[in-house]
């Protein structure tokens, strides 16, 4: 039992973070809201069958194409959109919200809701691992997952643009002042977490079939490991991803399977009382409480 | 000849500035008629069955329940707190006022004001750890909070768990079903344009344009954020109460996302802050989305763009514009 | 235990920001009804030091005791409650509202409701009294103003009527004069010098040293968080520890 819920326990927390991790770069570092975050990911689920189911790509093209377009798809989303409203954070959240919302709503409306929809495993196949199986995509999301994690960290803290990206989030007039282009930086940082967004879409989407109700969890997931690791940070991310993994993993296994949603609820209750500004959180501490 | 665009007072609305207003019928029938009219077509409106219909009636009644959402929604962005979860204002009345009925077969006559002032203080209880965040996080939170209540009610399948709770008891009768929300709707209404006039709101807006300030002039913004979400709460959880009997049902529905869309979208469209302009929103978006059944689903794209739209491109909303062409008018100067 | 009678007790307070010790181990008492000064180069903590005070940022370790009462870390409508009122460097009053509207904000608040014996008096009323006070002339235009039209010597103004509001004991003024032109500051300072005289406790954290040192009793100078002087205002235009602090920092006018 418990190797078992150890291997699982880290698969779940691993998705939790990739699902979390390209919100955060945009939101949490950036301070660009990106509340159609869930649209984003479904509808990379949806590019890629579409891809796959109609136009009959090969599978890895179909996934490239489909990082592309999204990622495109944030970028304009930016000029589009956001643009008018930047500095307005809670206009930034409503007006993506909406889109997001608009995304998900019109995929229900155009039917795609039955049980066809499902994406390919990367690789079929499993293997065992001290007397535990372990689906081959399954080892592809810990892999990836732990992969981008460390990316990300790295980008964040060593390359221009990932310098940047936080550049924005903390001082954007300083920033400016130091020649970052405010604007392109942060179209660039909603490209990325789309980008993201739909790495995290295709590695874990085929664990099961594409339901639009995914795309408003995606969100609740990506807010409540954000709230709980605090969202700027990548460490917090995956700490809290481990937390949240482990205490899902575990009320399921021994509790009952249906309520590790509440674990979410929970979560998101306790730090808010305890430690608004997350575990790894910073200096949003003074913004919040005061 | 160049041409500047002039905009003026118009010249009632400079005599009207004072106590003076009073001393003509033409000013005090300026003042009166953007306030009075609508208020009579809304109690007339009912009595018009005959004319408009039965379908559209009912329409009515469910326009009067989001414009009780969006003045909710209104008087909490008033003290700095954005929701984008109100259904869960709507669900908790709904389940209140739905359980009482049920398990304790009380009469709507109690469980409508029970459901109300139970489902504002849940939905207030629950928040009050997530008021000291600054806006953006509070409506994030808000989003989810409806989301996890009906996955709540899912997983431990209780207050009827999927299936809801169903055969409860119905209105009297339809003059209930049409002149309670109209009433509530108006009470409302002018109950939180008074309120936000009044010293009071002025503590609240100050709480929401520079809440250190407040604090610093020794107010507990945090007790005065709880009253204020109580009261949203009030307004909210009575739309949710009165639905459940009107659809002698309440179920995970309640939490649905369309509650706390749409009285978003009507509060942005029609004008944030206003509490006039989130009616009006209400009151164009749902006759109009009616319109559009036929479409079905599609609806919810439809609102998702016009609340792009608005917050993008029309931020004032509609009811700033609608009052300044009241208010002033323009003409074309030649400046030479 | 021997009751401390100081009025203001502040005891080897510290406070890190990430890694940088903004203050450390400050410690100075204050008696009832004096004029104590806070001076030292930009960056020496000095807003800091207030935000600890008025529960703005709470501290790392060390104690506030305010009139025998323990208001460490408390929160600012706390702090603001029991009678410690507090100006912001940042002026940022209710744009969009008059001038004296903005002052009913803390005449809303519990505190001055109860020393007024419960009952309240038209707010609107007292509102403009105050900013008569502080040097608005009382029979033009200007208390009725939007605050966003005013120039900047009002509004600085209108923050001391803001605290004033709230009938406090101990006033903290932070660089209230910054901003504020010659003749601005010759009329702002008789009325804290009025002010000071009627009883109430004042500190005032200020760059402009020529006035301060006419009418504090006391100040002290702080740099890099630490306190390094504590005495009259002649003492401090002599001590060698305040003058190296300050050269290489240019003093503003």
């Known amino acids: 039992m418990l190797p078992s819920i150890i291997i699982y326990g880290l698969v779940n927390s691993v998705i939790l973070a990739l699902i979390a991790m390209g919100f955060s770069l945009t939101f949490g570092i950036s301070g660009v809201a990106n509340f159609a975050y869930g649209g984003f990911y479904i509808f990379s689920g949806f590019l890629v069958w579409m891809l796959l189911n109609y136009l009959k790509f090969p599978f890895i093209l179909a996934i490239i194409v489909t990082i592309g377009v999204v990622g495109l798809l944030g970028f304009v989303t930016y000029w589009v959109i956001l643009l008018r409203v930047r500095g307005i954070p809670l206009s930034e959240v409503i007006a993506t919200f909406a889109l997001g919302v608009g995304i998900l709503e019109l995929f229900r409306w155009m039917g795609f809701v039955t049980y066809e929809f499902t994406l390919p495993y990367l690789k079929k196949g499993m293997i065992m691992i001290v007397g535990v199986p372990l689906d081959y995509q399954r080892l592809f999301i810990i892999g990836i997952g732990l992969a981008l994690v460390l990316f990300l960290y790295f980008f964040t803290h060593y390359t221009r643009i990932g310098l940047a990206f936080r550049g924005i989030a903390q001082n954007e007039r300083t920033a400016i002042s130091l020649g970052i282009k405010s604007d392109r930086t942060a179209a660039l940082s909603l490209a990325f977490g789309s980008a993201m967004a739909s790495v995290a879409a295709i590695v874990i989407l085929p664990l099961g079939i594409i339901s639009i109700n995914i795309g408003y969890e995606v969100l609740l997931v990506a807010v409540a490991v954000g709230i709980v690791g605090g969202l700027e940070s990548v460490p917090g991310i995956l700490v809290a991803s481990l937390i949240l993994g482990y205490a899902q993993i575990i009320t399921g296994t021994y509790y009952k399977p249906e309520w590790m949603m509440v674990v979410y609820l929970a979560a998101i209750v306790l730090v808010l009382a305890i430690k608004p500004s997350g575990l790894f959180g910073k200096f949003k501490e003074l913004e919040e409480r005061v | 000849m160049k041409f500047r665009k002039e905009r003026l007072d118009r010249g009632i609305k400079a005599r009207c500035e004072d106590i003076f207003a009073l001393s003509s019928y033409r000013e005090i029938l300026y003042l009166m008629f953007p306030r009075v009219v609508p208020v009579l077509i809304l109690l007339i409106l009912p009595l018009l069955q005959g004319v408009i219909g039965l379908y559209w009636e009912k329409v009515l009644m469910i326009t009067c329940v989001i414009a009780l959402l969006a003045l909710s929604w209104d008087l909490m962005a008033a003290v700095g707190l954005i929701s984008l979860g109100q259904a869960l204002f709507f669900g908790s009345g709904a389940y209140i006022t739905g359980f009482l009925n049920y398990t304790f077969k009380l009469p709507p006559i109690l469980t409508i004001p029970l459901g109300t002032l139970g489902g504002a203080l849940f939905s207030t209880l629950l928040l009050l750890p997530v008021m000291r965040l600054r806006g953006v996080y509070f409506a994030i939170v808000t989003l989810t909070m409806p989301l996890l209540l009906a996955r709540f009610i899912e997983t431990t399948k209780i207050l009827g768990g999927t299936e809801g709770m169903s055969a409860l008891s119905s209105l009297p009768n339809i003059w209930v079903e049409l002149y309670v929300p109209v009433f509530a709707l108006l009470i409302c209404l002018f109950g939180f344009r008074r309120l936000i006039n009044e010293d009071y709101g002025l503590v609240l807006q100050g709480i929401r344009d520079n809440d250190r300030a407040v604090m610093s002039g020794a107010i507990n913004i945090y007790w005065f954020k709880a009253q204020a979400v109580f009261i949203a709460g009030i307004a909210g959880a009575f739309a949710g109460a009165f639905m459940t009997h009107y659809y002698r049902f309440v179920g995970m529905p309640a939490f649905a996302m369309d509650y706390s869309i749409l009285p978003l979208t009507a509060a942005v469209l029609g004008g944030v802050g206003t509490f006039a302009g989130p009616t009006i929103g209400a009151f164009i978006l749902i006759p109009l989305s009616e319109l559009l059944r036929a479409v079905g689903t599609l609806r919810v794209v439809f609102y998702s763009v016009i609340l792009i739209i608005c917050v993008v491109g029309l931020p004032e909303g509609i009811f700033h514009y609608i009052r300044r062409k009241y208010h002033q008018f323009e003409r074309m100067v030649d400046v030479g | ?253």
């Open chain 3, 1 to 253: 235990m021997e009751e401390d009678k100081t009025f203001l007790k502040v005891e080897e307070i510290n406070k890190n920001f990430g890694g940088v010790a903004a203050i450390v181990r400050v410690s100075f008492s204050l008696d009832k009804g004096e004029l104590l000064g806070i001076i030292g180069p930009n960056g020496s903590g000095k807003t800091t030091l207030v935000n600890l005070l008025t529960g703005f940022v709470k501290p790392d370790s060390g104690t506030v005791i305010y009139q025998g009462r323990n208001i460490t870390g408390k929160m600012p409508y706390k702090i603001a409650e029991v009678g410690i009122a507090r100006t912001f460097q940042m002026v940022k009053p209710f744009y969009q509202l008059s001038a004296f509207k903005n002052l009913i904000i803390p005449l809303y608040s519990s505190r001055v409701k109860k020393l007024r014996g419960g009952k309240y008096g038209d707010r609107d009323d007292v509102a403009i009294d105050l900013l008569e006070d502080v040097g608005f002339e009382r029979d033009s235009f200007v208390p009725y103003k939007i605050a966003s039209s005013l120039p900047h010597g009002y509004l600085k103004r209108l923050e001391l009527a803001r605290c004033l509001a709230l009938r406090p004991d101990l006033l903290i003024l932070d660089e209230l004069f910054s901003g504020m032109s010659m003749s601005e500051v010759a009329s702002t300072l008789p009325i804290i010098e009025k002010l000071n005289g009627e009883g109430l406790t004042i500190i005032m954290v200020e760059h402009r040293l020529k006035e301060l040192f006419r009418i504090a009793h006391r100040v002290i100078a702080l740099n890099f968080g630490a306190k390094i002087a504590d005495g009259p205002p002649r003492e401090m235009m002599e001590n060698e520890a305040v003058k190296a602090a300050y050269l290489g920092s240019e003093e503003e006018d």
